[in-house]
Every structure is written in structure tokens, then in C-alpha cells.
């Protein structure tokens, strides 16, 4: 499990841009309205088999969180 929260008050204000990459190809990108944040992601265009995940948030401000993750995909 990643888990990306604010560290501050601030940070929680901020709006907050989503990037997703999957084997270091994004996936997609987009707004997210807050944190702490859960994401849920569609695999069914990600082949079976391992695959390293990693999970941006950035802020306006240019704060920017991190989290990578090996997973498994089974469609």
C-alpha cells in the first residue's frame, strides 16, 4: 500500500494534480480533489504480469509527493 498525506494544513489546501505511471509510462494524468488520497486504478489495458507503479501528486505550489510499488495484474 502507498500512502501519500499532507504534511501540513497548507498542503491540504492546495489543488492537487494526479500523475500515474505504470512500467515508467504514464498512464494518465488529472486532478484530484484531496488528500489523504486513494486511488483506484483500471488495469484492464495493462498486460498480466509484474508491473512497477508509481503514483505522483503535485501541487500549484510545486509540492510534490511519491510512491512505487511493484504489483501483480491479473485481468
Excluded at 500512502?3 to 492546495?14: G, P
Excluded at 492537487?16 to 488529472?30: H, P, Q, R, S, T
Aim: hydrophobic content about 40%.
Amino acid at each position: 500500500m502507498c500512502r501519500i498525506s499532507a504534511a501540513s494544513v497548507q498542503l491540504d489546501l492546495e489543488k492537487i494534480e494526479l500523475y500515474v505511471f505504470v512500467d515508467g509510462k504514464m498512464l494518465f494524468e488529472g486532478p484530484h480533489p484531496a488528500l489523504p488520497a486513494t486511488v483506484t486504478v483500471d488495469t484492464t489495458s495493462i498486460p498480466n504480469g509484474r508491473h512497477f507503479f508509481t503514483f505522483n501528486l503535485r501541487t500549484f505550489e510545486d509540492h510534490l509527493g511519491t510512491c512505487s510499488l511493484w504489483a501483480d495484474v491479473g485481468n
